[in-house]
């Protein structure tokens, strides 16, 4: 996240922070891309800025994905007008793709016990579909069909890593229709409070009363 939280504000900072991750041919593509969303001298300072470190967060945030994709994918805006706007705007050019969409190539790697999803080959099929002249709307539906498949694959290496029969889900990226509609009926989400950021207070105060040997009926449904 160049700029740390100033890229979520400016998505476009994402974007062309993952496509110098990919390869410089990819990064020198979403620069000519989003040049007219930079502010004089910003590309400059970008540039220096790219290396990770003090101004250049790591960041393993599903919703800094969508908004990276999004800008790809012709969100225009310098600044976002409000919270999750441009996963908003992406998600309204994958419904208007009434086609089926094949999910881009995907790994997902084993790093100090954990699995992480990574991104290398979901950002090169984009920008090679954007500019071969795939439309907006099939490339933002492959990308949908993306994280649901590797959200699914997730699910069934941790089930079986744990030997779990059903498996919950969290976060905004979750009240996507398009994701949820793709995910099998072992998965479940919370119904009496949010999935979003606005439910991290509630999961604390849980884990805080789980510790301290408390008895808490939690109810759920189905995704």
């Known amino acids: 996240m160049i700029g740390a939280d100033r890229a979520v504000q400016c998505p476009h900072r994402i974007a062309l922070a993952l496509a110098d991750r990919v390869s410089p041919t990819l990064k020198k593509y979403a620069l000519n891309h989003l040049i007219g969303m930079l502010k004089p001298g910003e590309k400059q300072m970008i540039g220096r800025m790219l290396h990770p470190g003090r101004a250049n967060i790591q960041c393993s945030s599903m919703g800094r994905l969508f908004d990276a994709v999004a800008v790809l994918c012709g969100y225009a805006k310098r600044e976002i007008a409000y919270e999750a706007e441009p996963a908003v705007y992406l998600t309204g050019l994958a419904r208007n793709w009434n086609r089926s969409a094949k999910p881009y190539r995907f790994t997902i790697i084993r790093r100090d016990g954990l699995h992480i999803l990574r991104l290398t080959d979901i950002i090169a099929g984009i920008i090679h579909d954007l500019q071969a002249g795939v439309s907006r709307q099939e490339t933002a539906m492959r990308f949908h069909m993306t994280v649901a498949a590797a959200t699914r694959k997730l ?27 793709q995910l099998p009926k072992a998965v479940y989400r919370s119904s009496r409070v949010s999935c979003t950021d606005a439910g991290l207070s509630c999961g604390q105060v849980l884990y805080y009363l789980l510790n301290e040997g408390y008895h808490v009926s939690v109810s759920h449904r189905k995704n």
């Open 155 to 181: 699910f069934t290496l941790l089930m079986k890593k744990y030997g779990a029969r059903v498996c919950g889900i969290s976060g905004g990226v979750f009240q996507n229709p398009i994701l949820t509609g």
